[in-house]
């Protein structure tokens, strides 16, 4: 009987377990905001991105780092977006090292001739820059962006071939 009484408290929890995800998600380990950090976990190295949009945007920002408690845990992110108004907007955010992730700034519904520029800069160097333009129409189901992807956001290193 007791044995029976264990079995069923096992699927019970699995059950609950399995709802639990359904409904909320498996734990996940990204945090979301909607401004610009100033700081990015503990902080480091200062780092300014710098965007220009000709349009109302929206700026993406994702940082990722392996977990500090071991290779058996899931990576730790955080991810901001912000809308920004047309015009230049510069941001410096204190970013500790082997920190990866994208600098995104997209224009909802773009008309011809709209622009997105970004930019990184660590310390004085430009560690990367892509800017776009909209020479024709957009077409059905594509978006409007410019982006870098960032190997490691205080060491000034970029994936060339993203």
Do not use: C
Request: charged content about 25%.
């Amino acid at each position: 009987m007791e044995l029976i009484k264990r079995a069923v408290i096992a699927v019970l929890g699995t059950v609950a377990t399995l709802a639990w995800w359904t409904f909320r998600g498996p734990p996940d380990h990204t945090e979301m905001l909607s401004e610009v950090p100033a700081v990015v976990w503990e902080g480091g190295t200062p780092v300014t991105i710098a965007a220009s949009n000709s349009h109302e945007g929206k700026l993406h920002l994702s940082f990722n780092r392996k977990n500090p408690k071991g290779d058996t845990e899931p990576d730790i992110s955080l991810e901001a977006n912000v809308k920004l108004a047309p015009g230049d907007h510069t941001y410096t955010i204190q970013v500790p090292p082997a920190v990866h992730g994208y600098v995104e700034l997209g224009i909802d519904a773009p008309p011809v001739g709209a622009k997105a520029a970004v930019k990184v800069h660590v310390g004085d160097k430009v560690a990367a820059e892509d800017e776009a333009q909209l020479d024709a129409p957009l077409e059905k189901g594509y978006a409007f962006f410019a982006q870098i992807y960032m190997q490691d956001y205080a060491a000034a290193e970029v994936d060339e071939d993203d």
